[in-house]
């Protein structure tokens, strides 16, 4: 077992989870090729820089890097890259203030 949480090994876990929940994992592996389709009214680059958006705020290490790869090769820049997580952080940063504005309500006037 790896002494750190993250272990590009874990992926090979993967193939028990389908065998554990194959119905589920499947309905998961489905729905997740939604960022990858080349129709629809978003653009393939678009949608995998929104999967790249997403995988930053949620800190998913395999979808990061799975997603920037499909963002490059669908013609992404570095640049678009770049501001694509900013827009991530500001969207995180922004739940972050509005939370804590609710948060006060527990403190009263």
Do not use: S
């Amino acid at each position: 077992m790896a002494e750190h949480y993250h272990d590009g090994n874990d992926l090979r876990l993967l193939r028990d989870m389908r065998k554990l929940a194959p119905t589920d994992f499947d309905a998961w592996l489905n729905l997740n090729n939604i960022c990858g389709r080349e129709d629809g009214a978003v653009p393939k680059k678009y949608r995998e820089l929104i999967a790249v958006a997403v995988a930053v705020t949620t800190q998913c290490p395999y979808c990061i890097e799975a997603h920037a790869k499909a963002a490059k090769a669908a013609g992404a820049t570095r640049e678009e890259l770049a501001e694509t997580a900013f827009v991530a952080a500001a969207l995180r940063a922004g739940g972050a203030a509005t939370h804590g504005a609710m948060a006060l309500k527990f403190f009263g006037d």
